[in-house]
Nanobody, 119 residues
Framework: QVQLVESGGGLVQPGGSLRLSCTTS????????MAWYRQAPGNQRDLVAQ??????NYQESVKGRVTISRDNALNTVFLQMNNLKPEDTAVYYC??????????????WGQGTQVTVSS
């Protein structure tokens, strides 16, 4: 069993910052790509940022404001978000490709954390 748990969401004013964390636990042998997605009400779930090894990729709308990083020793991924805008309001989900102790790769999601940007 593999679990991903996000934390760090909340209410912040425009221009503020938040740091999201996603911790993993369970039957984990290896993790490849880790990513953050977001979904606003009525919208599809979109990729915000992903990291694979030293390679990162960002949605165009967050470039320069968001940084994804990971702690491989802790199997944790972070999302530092600065200069937040109301349009960043969404539920943010952690996603990871994980190989379990049986050697089987799977794609896993966290339960999401709400980020609300409002004055």
């Amino acid at each position: 069993q593999v679990q991903l748990v996000e934390s760090g969401g909340g209410l912040v004013q425009p221009g503020g910052s938040l740091r999201l964390s996603c911790t993993t636990s369970g039957s984990i042998l290896s993790i490849s790509t880790m990513a953050w997605y977001r979904q606003a009400p009525g919208n599809q779930r979109d990729l915000v940022a992903q990291i694979s090894g030293d390679i990162t990729n960002y949605q165009e709308s967050v470039k320069g404001r968001v940084t994804i990083s990971r702690d491989n020793a802790l199997n944790t991924v972070f999302l530092q978000m600065n200069n937040l805008k109301p349009e960043d309001t969404a539920v943010y989900y952690c996603n990871a490709n994980i190989k379990n102790y049986a050697g089987v790769w799977g794609n896993y999601w966290g339960q999401g954390t709400q980020v609300t940007v409002s004055s």
